[in-house]
């Protein structure tokens, strides 16, 4: 089975600032990894994913994170922030089985960005 | 284009009346579905999952139960709602292998 640890459940910082979103898993098979978003009262958006390959990946709103392999981490990082990335930030992890995939979902990081 | 229709977005219950939540899927064929819920400082529950008509895997115990009448339609149901079912409820739908959700705007559930 899946598991995945957000460190942090919120994350305060200044706009323009650099923030840095932590996320830990645990699997014993291979894994596909996203960050999904949500702002209030919506449901979730795909920010980013990896899946294979370069383990570097982007959103195309300046997020990026990257793959970790030895120390089962995908962190999500942005240079500099804007009042409109305000949200709750979800990373999950899937391993596919039989016909199904299971997304198993941290608790979420809130990161409010203040002017 | 794929869209995901959830219904009612709000709803109000008292405590032992029954629940019907809706969730359509449009653009795709023979697509995973699944309920999660949502409540504060848990994150995402995974409550049901589908990969077919008919075919229902629930993960956790509890007052509630899903169905696939068709393809692209999961219901979520209970018979007599408690108080610990007030939540956010959201469907998501998926390709096979693909591992990447898309999620309908969900539906929140107050009970009283």
């Known amino acids: 089975a899946q598991s995945v640890t957000q460190l942090d459940s919120q994350v305060p910082v200044f706009e323009e600032a650099p923030v840095e979103l932590r996320c830990n898993y645990s699997s014993s098979v291979s894994v596909y990894l996203f960050w999904y978003v949500q702002y209030p009262n919506q449901g979730l958006q795909l920010l980013l994913k990896?899946?294979?390959?370069?383990?570097l990946v982007e959103s195309i709103n300046g997020f990026e994170a990257e793959f970790n392999k030895s120390q089962t981490s995908f962190h999500l990082r942005k240079p500099s922030v804007h009042i409109s990335d305000t949200a709750e930030y979800f990373c999950a992890v899937s391993a596919t089985q039989g016909g199904s995939e299971k997304l198993v979902f941290g608790k979420g990081t809130k990161l409010t960005v203040n002017p | 284009s794929q869209t995901i229709h959830q219904w009612p977005a709000t709803l109000v219950q008292p405590v032992g009346s029954p629940l019907s939540l809706e969730c359509t899927v449009e653009g795709t064929s023979n697509p995973n579905l699944y309920w999660y819920r949502q409540a504060a400082g848990r994150g995402l529950q995974l409550l049901f999952y589908s990969v077919g008509i008919g075919q229902i895997s629930s993960e956790v115990p509890q007052n509630l139960s899903a169905s696939r009448p068709q393809d692209r339609q999961f219901i979520l149901s209970s018979k007599k709602l408690l108080l610990s079912d007030s939540g956010f409820y959201l469907c998501?739908?998926?390709?096979?292998?693909?591992?990447?959700?898309?999620f309908g705007e969900g539906s929140r559930l107050t009970v009283l």
């Open positions: 990896y899946l294979s390959g370069s383990t």
């Open positions: 998501a739908w998926s390709q096979k292998w693909s591992g990447e959700l898309f």
